[in-house]
DNA sequence: TATCAAAATTGGTCAATCCAGTCTTGACAA
DNA sequence: TTGTCAAGACTGGATTGACCAATTTTGATA
């Protein structure tokens, strides 16, 4: 290989490619921080030597990948906030591939259960009370499905913050985000959320009293049961509605 | 809100979304499917009444969140092959919010401890060969550790496929992705080996004997061990190596 | 009938231009 | 001196039209 197919095949990178690995290597270097600006694209487009249709380009793909967050106007800025992955790659699938209701259940018991077991070892004393404000909001929306299910969804989210690991929580708050666009199809036709209610109440019980064992059999049950109960919201359904409403944020 | 405003509403959704939003619908429709190839990009332009610029945008967001493939003259395909989320996103998250390889850890714990047993459970025959041939490459590689590596991430993945759980599947090779990207730099240091191939080994004749208690508990072992082993191979590092060699497939 | 080169197709990119929000600046009034 | 607000600069959002490069298709030729 001589010099010349060497450099040819080096600039032979994509340059919307060269756009997405330009702000990773900033991000890996620690110059682009969460909430940081970048530069204007007119800038970037003239630093990369690509053209602005190319720039815009990739910074859509970043910010397809939650990396970047654009306001006309005002710039475009390195996502802030905890960290957190779109439900958007994880809905696409699910609408692709057809994930089944149990394969989503299965997975949330594997993530949910572990997640709630650390959050009862954990037993972090500031974690508590985001947990039981939910219970409470669930307890007070008992004739409310949609907003009893908002109250449902952040219960389980706040249980993965009360579990302190990142990682653990941005996979909670993606298929979280799934089975929300699933549930609130059918939930208007939900009964019993007064027993559901009552299940996550004892989850929280549960970690509140560090009991790692408790708080996993709790989550077991739960999810165990919400599954079945999602099943049969799902029995009389008008055809058509069900086979995956999908999008969350893309 | 008279109709007037409310056709403004509805027209001002951003060009880039409505591009999305349609792949999005006709994917949900069942009207694309994985492998199926997109109308052009020109040809979507005009049913869409945007610019191209502008198809293209939405086109990489779709491309960076795993939904599509474009190959030059020959045109945008769905992508194909089993439900995969891409690395990138998580990548570019532990790079902005400095993962820890505990966390990692951790999380792969809760995941795969759960994938593990879930295999074992079902111990479908035909999901033991793929796993029992990555275990033989460990042994065939433990002068090699880059090879050794590859053949240690891909068990990994071969369990959450014996898991039988697409939805699983998808995280587990997510988050090892992540792994092998970090691994990869210190692999290179690691010792025993053997050791480590042998506990594979283990985890594999217990989800082959349909024993789940004892796969999780095999799983569990052997990632305290690999924690720990990761860290002693990144004590004595050149400084600056580490901090998050990011990027997998943004 | 088989081969292969030309043409059509399709993604990749650029240039210049305009629109639409947001922010900054400075003159004016209280 | 200080507060207000309008004009202008700045920045993202999008379009048009053009050209390049890789692939696929087509059709003429052997």
Do not use: C, W
């Amino acid at each position: 290989m001589n010099d010349q197919s060497k450099k040819l095949s080096q600039e032979d990178v994509q340059s919307v490619d060269q756009v997405v690995r330009h702000i990773a290597l900033l991000i890996e270097r620690g110059q682009l921080r969460p909430g940081d600006r970048l530069v204007p694209e007119r800038e970037l487009a003239e630093q990369l030597g690509v053209s602005r249709p190319t720039v815009r380009a990739g910074l859509h793909a970043l910010a397809a990948m939650g990396v970047t967050e654009s306001r006309q106007g005002a710039g475009t800025f390195i996502t802030a906030g905890p960290p957190r992955l779109g439900a958007g790659p994880l809905s696409f699938l699910a609408a692709l591939h057809g994930f089944t209701r149990d394969q989503i259940f299965e997975a949330r018991k594997v993530l949910e259960v572990g997640a709630a077991g650390l959050a009862a070892e954990r037993g972090l004393a500031d974690r508590l009370a985001p947990m039981s404000e939910e219970v409470a909001g669930m307890f007070a929306t008992l004739t409310e499905p949609q907003k009893f299910l908002i109250h449902d969804v952040r219960f389980h989210r706040a249980i993965a913050a009360a579990a302190d690991n990142p990682v653990l929580l941005a996979l909670v708050e993606m298929i979280s985000s799934l089975v929300y666009e699933q549930r609130s199809l059918t939930v208007e036709r939900a009964h019993d959320l007064k027993e559901s209610a009552e299940m996550h109440r004892r989850i929280y019980q549960a970690i509140r009293d560090k009991d790692p064992q408790r708080a996993r059999q709790e989550m077991t049950a739960h999810l165990d049961l919400a599954r079945s109960a999602q099943a049969s919201e799902e029995l009389d359904l008008p055809a058509g509605v069900l086979p995956s409403r999908v999008m969350g944020n893309a």
